[in-house]
């Protein structure tokens, strides 16, 4: 069984003593159960993971001693902004977590023409701070040392007019768009950027607009994919066509 891994926004650095508080000293002495002497790991979200000891436990908080330091190569060799329309229910925070775990950089909601309700604003930092934890929690699973960011939401126009990447890409089914899906090349750009739309899907004008601004069409095969899994599929095939998965396909002689 591996080390417990556990997020912290405190500075690290080989030799300090650590006191972690709130929810993470919860999680580490009530629910982990850590003991005096034990080893975690810990890390920041700056690309490192630290090695430490658990010196004192006690209700509210655990104090560790702070290793050393190494870099695993658990982040993706594309930073990948994903702008994902809201939806209602667990399945935006299902999205969060799989997209987490599949490497994206970076996390923007979006409001667009077939997204039927807003968020009030007395409680978009809640929220915020809600899809934050979801992220961390990603990542302490699945070995990232580098967290998501997540925008405030904001327009589906805005967010293409305004995302800056090397590859720009988005799932639609343009049936009657007279539009063509792009190849997508092998080998890795710096960034990128993928639009999903809502349930329901993209108008065909914020298709155009999504076009106009560069973005070129994504389709994953016949079938239409809900708006939870259409992130994770996306982003496991561009995985595959940059390198970072590995593609069983090839040298396949059926």
Request: with cysteine.
């Amino acid at each position: 069984m591996r080390n417990p891994r556990l997020f912290t926004d405190q500075p690290l650095k080989l030799g300090d003593r650590v006191v972690l508080e709130g929810a993470v000293a919860q999680h580490l002495g009530r629910v982990l159960r850590a003991r005096v002497g034990e080893q975690i790991a810990l890390f920041n979200g700056d690309g490192q993971e630290f090695s430490a000891q658990v010196l004192t436990v006690s209700k509210r908080a655990v104090s560790v001693d702070i290793g050393a330091a190494f870099t695993p190569h658990t982040e993706s060799l594309v930073h990948t902004t994903l702008g994902l329309c809201l939806s209602k229910g667990d399945r935006f925070d299902w999205a969060i977590q799989k997209a987490t775990e599949l490497g994206v950089g970076a996390i923007a909601p979006l409001y667009s023409e077939r997204v039927d309700f807003k968020i009030p604003p007395d409680r978009v930092e809640k929220r915020i701070a809600h899809w934050q934890q979801i992220a961390i929690s990603a990542c302490e699973q699945c070995g990232r040392v580098k967290v998501p960011s997540i925008t405030p939401p904001l327009s589906l126009v805005s967010w293409v007019e305004n995302v800056s990447a090397e590859q720009k890409w988005v799932l639609h089914c343009a049936d009657d768009t007279g539009a063509s899906a792009s190849a997508v090349t092998h080998g890795a750009p710096r960034n990128a950027a993928l639009l999903i739309g809502p349930e329901g899907g993209l108008t065909d004008q914020e298709f155009n607009a999504a076009n106009a601004e560069g973005f070129h069409l994504l389709q994953l095969g016949p079938r239409v994919l809900r708006t939870e899994t259409a992130p994770v599929a996306a982003l496991a095939v561009l995985s595959v066509f940059w390198g970072e998965m590995p593609s069983w396909t090839e040298g396949y002689n059926p």
